[in-house]
């Protein structure tokens, strides 16, 4: 037995969802602009901002185990860098331990003094 399609419709309870009946209920009038932030604030998920979907997405175990692996690569290519500018510079004794910035400021004064014997 084939049912028309208006028997179709009367035969099922009609499924409006909650937007649905929100805009509804504002177009004819029962409902307030002010009800209606209200009740769709309630009613929808809320929509993510970028820094927020950011947060989540940072907050994740696997992206904390991935980010700190970069960090540790990153922090070793740093620390290389630096001891090969350390094996550069001239130093009494030579294998005096020196820290970052001592070993930057001995570059610094090192550049200078090869600069100015080029001018002499």
């Given at each position: ?21 929100v ?18 604030t309630l ?28 960090e ?47 001018d002499?």
């Open positions: 037995m084939m049912l028309s399609p208006e028997q179709v419709d009367s035969d099922q309870p009609s499924v409006q969802s909650e937007s649905d009946s805009v509804s209920e504002v177009k004819e009038g029962s409902m307030s602009e002010e009800e209606v932030g209200s009740r769709r009613c929808l998920p809320p929509q993510l901002s970028r820094e927020e979907k950011r947060r989540r997405r940072r907050a994740t175990a696997k992206y904390r185990s991935a980010h700190a692996t970069r540790r690569i990153r922090v070793e290519a740093f620390n290389v860098a630096f001891a090969e500018l350390r094996r550069l510079l001239p130093t009494l004794p030579p294998d005096k331990k020196l820290s970052k910035i001592e070993i930057l400021r001995l570059a610094i004064c090192y550049m200078s003094y090869l600069n100015h014997v080029l002499v």
